[in-house]
């Protein structure tokens, strides 16, 4: 069965810090990996996807993930936070058949000025 | 329209009763998804369907969740004798075949 796992219930920055929100994941194949963000009575907002090809993806808001098939993550990162990053982040991956999204239980990233 | 979209964005009901909650697409779009937000968990999903048709309805979690797309577009997820376990944030998704989701604001159902 494929599953997502996110190890942190929440992260702590200061602002203008790296910050990583880590995510691992199981499959069988290749996997479809994406991250989301969920700001506060909000929906899920698309952050970035990686399918094939480099394993550095860049997506929106400055935000990247590093795909390592060797170590099965997918950790989101951003060389230097921001306080509005602060937010609920989701890692999911894809079921190959269905299209349907499997998520992370979800990490609370807080920025601090 | 500009994004994915749901109606109502709240919906407060009493245990027992029928509820219905609509989502509309991205235009164009031909992939539809439902999941469901329980307080600090991630989604989980529901059904999907590839234009009219529910290709997977296996995380429906009993026969009183049903859901329908009859013209391929718009989508209402109906709940028969509500119970207060059904209490959750429903989301909504749409995509192209093989590309990202993107998700409507919700539907938080609230039943007394």
């Known amino acids: 069965a494929q599953s997502v796992a996110q190890p942190e219930d929440q992260v702590n920055v200061a602002e203008g810090n790296p910050l990583t929100v880590k995510c691992t994941y199981s499959v069988s194949g290749n996997p479809y990996l994406f991250w989301y963000v969920q700001y506060p009575n909000r929906g899920l907002q698309f952050l970035l996807k990686y399918i094939t090809g480099d394993n550095l993806v860049k997506g929106s808001y400055g935000f990247e993930a590093e795909f390592n098939k060797s170590q099965t993550s997918f950790h989101l990162k951003k060389p230097s936070a921001l306080v509005s990053d602060s937010a609920l982040y989701f890692c999911a991956v894809r079921d190959m058949n269905t299209g349907k999204l499997i998520f992370g239980q979800g990490t609370t990233l807080q920025v601090k000025p | 329209g500009a994004g994915v979209s749901q109606t109502p964005s709240n919906k407060v009901t009493e245990k027992g009763k029928y509820v219905e909650l609509r989502c509309d697409p991205i235009s164009g779009h031909t992939a539809l998804y439902w999941y469901r937000q329980s307080l600090g968990q991630g989604p989980e999903f529901l059904i999907y369907?590839?234009?009219?048709?529910?290709?997977?309805d296996s995380g429906l979690p009993n026969d009183r969740f049903f859901a329908v797309r009859p013209e391929g577009s718009v989508s209402t997820l109906k709940i028969q004798r509500t119970e207060r376990g059904d209490s959750a944030v429903y989301l909504c998704a749409s995509s192209d075949p093989g590309q990202a989701q993107f998700f409507g604001p919700g539907t938080r159902l609230t039943v007394l």
């Open positions: 369907f590839q234009g009219t048709g529910a290709a997977d």
